[in-house]
Nanobody, 123 residues
């Protein structure tokens, strides 16, 4: 699955951004989709995942209540709505795809990755 992430930018603390990840592949709806992020000097970490139907989601504790992952299978797109952003959310955000729901927080489980989009939150 080829993925294209976009929507990053510079925002002040407390602000919001919505990231999108699109693919032209018609089999997109067969994939679990995840968002990861990588800050400078740190390992890539899991942020959120959503199952094929969109009915099940999972978040890392640090973003619960602030971020929302969703998908529109008709548009072959997954979204990450980020509210109440904090400087520690600053990172390059990546979308990724895998076939099965299980160990969704492990980056090694994902088969395909987008190129990343930069999110910078100023204090």
């Amino acid at each position: 699955v080829q993925l294209q992430a976009y929507g990053g930018g510079l925002v002040q603390a407390g602000g919001s951004l919505r990231l999108s990840c699109a693919t032209s592949r018609r089999t997109y709806s067969n994939y679990v989709m995840g968002w990861f992020r990588q800050a400078p000097g740190k390992e890539r970490e899991f942020v959120a995942a959503i199952n094929q139907s969109g009915g099940t989601t999972y978040y890392v504790d640090s973003v619960k209540g602030r971020f929302t992952i969703s998908r529109d299978n008709a548009k072959n797109t997954v979204y990450l709505q980020m509210n109440s952003l904090k400087p520690e959310d600053t990172a390059v955000y990546y979308c990724a795809a895998k076939r099965w729901w299980g160990r969704v927080s492990s980056r090694n489980e994902y088969d395909s990755w987008g190129q990343g989009t930069q999110v910078t939150v100023s204090s």
